[in-house]
């Protein structure tokens, strides 16, 4: 997906204006994130395929699109070590996103649990589990390097078994 066609989505741009527009969100630019990208980009691709997956499925894509875009809304020197960065950084996304807009309950949990188990937040909707597999699906593209066809279909397939159990 190129960049272009987010931005050129109207309604996602309407959803999310207020935190791209924020100054100190923007900082995420300047964080690497999974060797190959930056937290910013990493984040508006989650939140982005999260906005495409949940207004499909007729969820509430607009709490889910918002959080996905927070939910490593962080800062490297927050932390100390990569473990403490990789256990706490939910809750700490949080606290900075509460400082820039206005969060609802379930925003709260998707953000919290995207690290479900490693974060030991439990996911209580269906957009938090939506959001947390585009991470690790977002995640896994990045550290390869985006040259994964076969890893593609594979982690398709499994993606959309997942969310047919997860929708009966």
Do not use: W
Not at 74 to 86: G, L, Q, R, S, W
């Amino acid at each position: 997906m190129k960049n272009g066609e987010k931005m050129e989505n109207k309604e996602y741009l309407q959803i999310v204006e207020n935190i791209f527009e924020n100054k100190s969100f923007n900082q995420l630019k300047n964080e690497r994130h999974h060797h190959n990208s930056n937290r910013f980009n990493h984040s508006v691709d989650v939140s982005y395929k999260t906005y495409k997956i949940c207004k499909k499925l007729n969820l509430d894509y607009k709490s889910a699109t918002r959080a996905a875009l927070l939910h490593d809304f962080f800062f490297d020197e927050e932390f100390i070590t990569k473990k403490e960065m990789m256990l706490k950084h939910p809750k700490l996304a949080v606290q900075n996103a509460s400082k820039i807009t206005t969060l609802n309950k379930k925003e709260i949990n998707i953000i919290e649990s995207h690290m479900y188990p490693i974060s030991g937040k439990i996911p209580r909707y269906k957009e938090s589990v939506i959001v947390d597999l585009v991470d690790d699906y977002v995640s896994v593209k990045e550290k390869l390097g985006g040259d994964f066809r076969n890893l593609k279909i594979a982690v398709n397939f499994l993606f959309i078994l997942f969310i047919n159990v997860l929708i009966k």
